[in-house]
C-alpha cells in the first residue's frame, strides 16, 4: 500500500531557530500534499496544501513567512519553521494524496513532534 | 466554510458494546468521506465513501454515507479494548480548483474490559 515517510519523528529546537520537516511518498507520485498541525487531544488543523511545481496555499490565519512550504518534487514536500517560539511546538502531520486518482484516497506520515525551548 | 462535526466528542462503553460514531459535514464540492483511526502517532485508514447507500465493511467496522444528509456513520460491533482511539472524520472538497480535506473534532473512545 500507499506510504509517506516523515521525518523527523521529533524534534527540539531553540527558540529563534528554524526547523525542517519533510515528507515523502515512497511509492506513488503526490501532487498534493497537505501539513496539519494538532494540538494535544484536537483535531487535525490543516495548515497549507502543497502542490507540486507552484506555491503553497495557506489555510487563513496560516503565517505563509513562518512556514514555509517547498514542494519541489512529486514525491518530497518540506516544512520550515522559521524561528520558531514555545508556541510553535505542536505535533505536525503530512498527507499525501495520490496522483492516479481520488480512489487512492489520502495517506498520512507517521507526524513529527516539534518541541521549541 | 468548510465544516465537519462529529459527535460524540467522548464515548466510553464496556468491551462488547456496539457503537455508532457520527459525521456530519458541509463542503465545498464534495468529493469524499473519509474514516480514520488515530492512536499514539498519525492516523490511520479505515474507510473512504463517494457513493450514498453503500456500506463499507472492514471486520467489525463498518460505515456509510448519506450525501442528502451531508453525514455518514461509522459501526464498531462487540468492540474490543485494542478499538480505544480517537476516530476522526474528514471530508474531502474541492474550492478554487484545488482539493483539501478537512477533519472533523474526532470521537475520543474508550472501551473498558
Known amino acids: 500500500g500507499a506510504v509517506v515517510s516523515q521525518h523527523p519523528s521529533r524534534v527540539i529546537c531553540k527558540s529563534g531557530t528554524s526547523v525542517k520537516i519533510e515528507c515523502r511518498s515512497l511509492d506513488f507520485q503526490a501532487t498534493t500534499m497537505f501539513w496539519y498541525r494538532q494540538f494535544p487531544k484536537k483535531s487535525l488543523m490543516l495548515m497549507a496544501t502543497?502542490?507540486?511545481?507552484?506555491?503553497?496555499?495557506?489555510e487563513q490565519g496560516v503565517e505563509k513567512d513562518k512556514f514555509l512550504i517547498n514542494h519541489a518534487s512529486l514525491t518530497l514536500s518540506t516544512l520550515t519553521v522559521t524561528s520558531a517560539h514555545p508556541e510553535d511546538s505542536s505535533f505536525y502531520i503530512c498527507?499525501?494524496?495520490?496522483?492516479?486518482?481520488?480512489?487512492?484516497?489520502?495517506?498520512f506520515g507517521s507526524g513529527t513532534r516539534l518541541t521549541v525551548v | 466554510e468548510d465544516k465537519v462535526v462529529q459527535s460524540p466528542l467522548s464515548l466510553v462503553v464496556h468491551e462488547g458494546d456496539t457503537v455508532t460514531l457520527n459525521c456530519s459535514y458541509e463542503?465545498?464540492?464534495?468529493?469524499?468521506l473519509l474514516w480514520y483511526k488515530q492512536e499514539k502517532k498519525a492516523p490511520t485508514f479505515l474507510f473512504m465513501l463517494?457513493?450514498?447507500?453503500i456500506e463499507k465493511k472492514s471486520g467489525r467496522l463498518s460505515s456509510i454515507l448519506d450525501k442528502k444528509e451531508l453525514f455518514s456513520i461509522l459501526n464498531i460491533t462487540a468492540t474490543q479494548t485494542g478499538d480505544s482511539a480517537i476516530y476522526l472524520c474528514?471530508?474531502?472538497?474541492?474550492?478554487?480548483?484545488?482539493?483539501?480535506?478537512?477533519f472533523g473534532q474526532g470521537t475520543r473512545l474508550t472501551i473498558n474490559p
Open positions: 463517494t457513493s450514498s447507500g
Open positions: 502543497s502542490n507540486e511545481g507552484s506555491k503553497a496555499t495557506y
Open positions: 474528514a471530508v474531502a472538497g474541492r474550492r478554487q480548483g484545488a482539493q483539501k480535506l478537512v
Open positions: 463542503v465545498t464540492n464534495f468529493r469524499s
Open positions: 498527507s499525501a494524496r495520490d496522483s492516479r486518482g481520488a480512489n487512492y484516497g489520502y495517506t
